[in-house]
């Protein structure tokens, strides 16, 4: 069975730190991994997507992630906390069979991450 | 204006009432989805189409009920509204070819007394 975990429920950093979102994934098959975002009050934003070419994906507003098969992990990084990037986010995986991608998904519990000055 | 209008924003009702979320869109796709979500638990699938005439369940459809009047509304009835329905839904819609890029409503919090 596909399933993906956030392996943080809330993080905390410093304006101006490194931000780490920890995903893992569990899949069969070779998975399409994607990042959403989620500001209070707003529907999710499509962060990036990976969907088998290079390993390293860049997103919006200076996420990147970074596609590892031997740890099953697709975690959310950015050098430098703004403030603006005080949100929950969401790992999802692309549910996959057989005969191809179904185009369902599968979402993380999610993350919160909260920002201070 | 928003690609996917949803409506209500904010419903609060009693137990056994028939609510009914909106939903409508600009963009032109045809795959329209309905999720639901709780806090911890990120969002699960209630009910998703592909087109008109093609509706299909998600993993959470009991209790819920879809309408497809036309190619850009997709819309989410509770037949009789119970409290553990208590949550923030969210339409969705994607284009053919792109799994997984999915945009999103702005939701509509329900609220069941």
């Known amino acids: 069975a596909q399933s993906v975990t956030q392996l943080d429920s809330h993080v905390s950093v410093s304006e101006g730190t490194p931000v780490l979102l920890r995903c893992n994934y569990s899949?069969?098959?070779?998975?399409?991994l994607f990042w959403y975002v989620q500001h209070p009050n707003k529907g999710l934003q499509l962060l990036l997507k990976?969907?088998?070419?290079?390993?390293l994906v860049k997103g919006i507003n200076g996420f990147e992630a970074e596609f590892k098969k031997s740890e099953t992990s697709f975690h959310l990084t950015k050098p430098s906390a703004h403030m603006s990037d005080a949100a929950e986010y969401f790992c999802v995986v692309s549910l996959m069979h057989g005969s191809g991608n179904t185009g369902k998904l599968i979402f993380g519990q999610g993350t919160t991450l909260q920002v201070k000055p | 204006d928003a690609d996917v209008t949803q409506t209500p924003r904010n419903r609060i009702t009693k137990t056994g009432k028939r609510i009914m979320l909106e939903c409508s869109q600009t963009?032109?796709?045809?795959?329209m989805y309905w999720y639901r979500q709780d806090p911890g638990l990120g969002l699960r699938l209630i009910y998703y189409s592909f087109d008109v005439k093609d509706i299909n369940k998600g993993e959470i459809s009991d209790g819920y009920s879809v309408s497809r009047q036309a190619q850009a509304k997709f819309s989410l009835s509770l037949e009789s509204a119970i409290p553990n329905q208590t949550a923030l839904y969210f339409c969705a819609t994607r284009g053919q070819g792109t799994p997984g890029e999915l945009f999103f409503g702005e939701g509509s919090r329900l609220t069941v007394l």
């Open positions: 990976y969907t088998s070419a290079a390993t």
């Open positions: 899949s069969s098959y070779s998975p399409s």
């Open positions: 963009k032109g796709h045809d795959r």
